[in-house]
Structures are given as C-alpha cells and as structure tokens.
C-alpha cells in the first residue's frame, strides 16, 4: 500500500514537473518572439529614418520626394494595426528609388543609399527570424497538451503581419 502511493506521488511530481518544463519551453518562445519583434521593429524605425534621408536628396523629384516624407512618416508613426500597411507602404516607394537615375549622387549620398540596402538585409533575416519564431510557438501552443492543460496562459497567440511576406 505505502508502495503504492509512493509510486502514485512520484507519477505525479513527474507529471508536475514535465507540464512545468513545457510551460517554461513556451514562454521562452513568447520571449523569442517578443525579442525577434522588438528587433524588426528596430530596423523597421531605421529604415524609415534612412527614407526620410534620402527623400532630401537633390536627384529626387519633388513629388518621389513627398511620397517618401509620406510613407517614411506613415510607417514610424503608425500604431499595430495600422502598421502592415504602412511598412508595405514604405517598401513600394523605396522601389520607386531604386528605379529612378541616381548617377549624380554625391558620395554622403551613396554612403547612405548603401545603408539602406544593408539594412534591407538585415529586414529580410530579422522578418526571417521573427516568421520562425512565431510558427515555432505557434506549432507548439497547437499541440493537444498545451491546449489541455493550457500551458500558455493568458498569453497572446503570436502573429505574423502582412508585411513580413513583401519583397524588400
């Protein structure tokens, strides 16, 4: 009898424990996704600064120039929901930059056309990172034992936003 109950508390304490450990598994993954976004946002904000750069530049037209002021504006601005739209935004007019003739560029010019690309770049690995993330925890909230014993919490399900699928 005492042998058991001793295998019963034991069960039970391992129980515990397992359902413990893949609560912390989840949160570290919110974690991951929270940080993956606060890092996209960063680059997101970035982006945005070096538009508004290059939306004074001389070889622009005034009216490129007024959309990017616009979007870069548009895009640092605009609160969550809001937000897709606004990056998407931001991107289409940064591709009516790299179209337009940009020979007479003065070499500040070009330092700061060269940050742009390196920064598109580094918006294409943090929306990478942040898509992995997401689907990552997502899968994992998904799964019957975290929708049983409700591991999640009252966290929010992670979300992808539109603008993570344009083309840069």
Same mark, same amino acid.
């Given at each position: 009898?005492?042998? +058991?109950?001793?295998?019963?508390?034991?069960?039970?304490?391992?129980?515990? &424990?397992?359902?413990?450990?893949?609560?912390?598994?989840?949160?570290?993954?919110?974690?991951?996704?929270? %940080?993956? &976004?606060?890092?996209?946002?960063?680059?997101?904000?970035?982006?945005?600064?070096?538009?508004?750069?290059?939306?004074?530049?001389?070889?622009?037209?005034?009216?490129?120039?007024?959309?990017? +002021?616009?979007?870069?504006?548009?895009?640092?601005?605009?609160?969550?929901?809001?937000?897709?739209?606004?990056?998407?935004?931001?991107?289409?007019?940064?591709?009516?930059?790299?179209?337009?003739?940009?020979?007479?560029?003065?070499?500040?010019?070009?330092?700061?056309?060269?940050?742009?690309?390196?920064? %598109?770049?580094?918006?294409?690995?943090?929306? %990478?990172?942040? %898509?992995?993330?997401?689907?990552?925890?997502?899968?994992?909230?998904?799964?019957?034992?975290?929708?049983?014993?409700?591991?999640?919490?009252?966290?929010?399900?992670?979300?992808?936003?539109?603008?993570?699928?344009?083309?840069?």
């Amino acid at each position: 009898m005492t042998k +058991t109950i001793l295998i019963i508390v034991f069960a039970l304490l391992l129980g515990a &424990w397992y359902l413990s450990f893949l609560a912390s598994r989840l949160d570290r993954l919110h974690h991951r996704v929270e %940080t993956s &976004w606060e890092h996209l946002d960063a680059l997101l904000q970035r982006r945005a600064a070096i538009a508004l750069e290059i939306s004074h530049f001389a070889a622009i037209d005034p009216a490129t120039s007024f959309l990017l +002021t616009a979007a870069a504006y548009q895009a640092r601005e605009a609160n969550i929901i809001e937000r897709s739209d606004a990056e998407s935004a931001l991107s289409e007019t940064l591709k009516l930059i790299r179209t337009q003739d940009m020979a007479t560029t003065t070499e500040s010019e070009s330092d700061i056309l060269a940050g742009l690309v390196r920064i %598109t770049e580094k918006i294409s690995v943090g929306i %990478t990172i942040h %898509t992995e993330a997401v689907n990552t925890a997502r899968n994992l909230r998904s799964q019957f034992i975290f929708r049983t014993f409700r591991l999640a919490g009252h966290a929010p399900l992670p979300m992808r936003y539109a603008f993570e699928d344009d083309i840069l």
